[in-house]
């Protein structure tokens, strides 16, 4: 069992790292929020005091963290001019240690830390995951990585305690692109599953009668299959729950403008994903940000 030092225990670090518990490895955490220490600490893990002291004596360093700004003030340290790097964990590691962060975030930040930390001999990989917090929770989250092949193999152990599909993208920010990818087509099968659902309800249509036609058909999507956004239709989802997220808007939009970003860089001129952007920011300038990203059925209700 490997020791592991994990570090952001958000709504989604919170459960990876009280898997990893579960799975018999030995864990210390450190977050900003003290309560969110004390979660874990109930389950078994020891609690640091800063993000230097949680990585002492690790084998694995893990981060669940917002966002880019946040990443790179982790492993590079704070840039202040000069001091640049100073500060960071990447310079307090060495090259015995395998550092994932499992984090969302903008690809070249991920490039950027990535290739420090191979400057530095320090196997790193970027592993954002998709599933969400109820995967998150019963440890069958995928995880998309970039990083060299060696550390891939080495992070299976921990990976594999979290999550059921590990996959290896590609070099240093494949992952990010992967995630981006993934998420860009997820907002626009969902908008699709919306409108047409909602097409065939104006014109007469039972929508879980409507659903099993396309779901034997080929407008079959994991939308539609999984998570219908029609309330009433299937058990379980948000859709059926008032739109308790699940995935909230306010993390679409966010994912999106990463796509965005990822599409920019390599000149794809995505207009599909572009106008399911424009749709999301709008559903959330209505006040759905902390809804689920389903509800953006409602749009089409007026
Ligand atoms: P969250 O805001 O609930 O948790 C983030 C945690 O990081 C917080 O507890 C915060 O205190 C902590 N933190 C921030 N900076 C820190 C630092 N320097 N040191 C220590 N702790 C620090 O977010 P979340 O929902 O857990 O999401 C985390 C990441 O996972 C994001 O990048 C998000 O986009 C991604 N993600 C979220 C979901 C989801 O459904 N929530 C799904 C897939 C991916």
Not at 221 to 227: A, C, Q
Request: charged share 15%.
């Amino acid at each position: 069992m490997a020791h592991v030092a994990f570090i952001g225990l958000g709504n989604m670090g919170g459960p990876m790292a009280g898997n990893l518990l579960t799975a018999g490895h030995s864990v210390t955490v450190f977050d900003l929020v003290p309560e969110a220490c004390a979660a874990l600490a109930g389950q078994g893990a020891a609690v640091a005091d800063s993000g230097q002291a949680a990585i002492e004596g690790a084998e694995y360093v893990i981060s669940m963290l917002p966002a880019g700004k946040h990443v790179k003030g982790l492993y590079l340290g704070e840039d202040k001019g000069e001091d640049k790097g100073e500060g960071g964990l990447l310079a307090r590691l060495d090259g015995s240690v395998t550092v994932l962060d499992c984090s969302t975030i903008d690809a070249p930040t991920a490039r950027e830390v990535g290739e420090a930390a191979a400057a530095a001999g320090i196997g790193f990989m970027d592993a954002p995951v998709s599933g969400g917090v109820a995967a998150a929770k019963a440890g069958t989250l995928a995880f998309m990585c970039g990083g060299d092949a060696m550390t891939f193999e080495k992070a299976r152990v921990v990976l594999s305690a979290m999550g059921k599909n590990i996959f290896h993208a590609g070099p240093a920010g494949a992952g990010q692109v992967a995630k981006g990818c993934n998420n860009m087509l997820l907002a626009i099968h969902m908008i699709g599953t919306c409108e047409a659902l909602e097409m065939g309800a104006r014109n007469g249509l039972d929508p879980k009668v409507l659903s099993e036609i396309m779901l034997a058909s080929s407008g079959r999507n994991w939308s539609l299959e999984v998570y219908n956004p029609y309330p009433g239709v299937m058990d379980g989802v948000p859709a059926s729950n008032d739109y308790q997220p699940g995935f909230m808007v306010d993390l679409m939009v966010k994912d999106l403008g990463l796509a965005m970003d990822i599409a920019g860089q390599a000149g794809v001129d995505n207009q599909m994903g572009q106008l399911a952007r424009k749709l999301y920011e709008a559903h959330q300038a209505g006040g759905n940000g902390p809804r689920d990203f389903s509800s953006i059925l409602e749009r089409l209700k007026g």
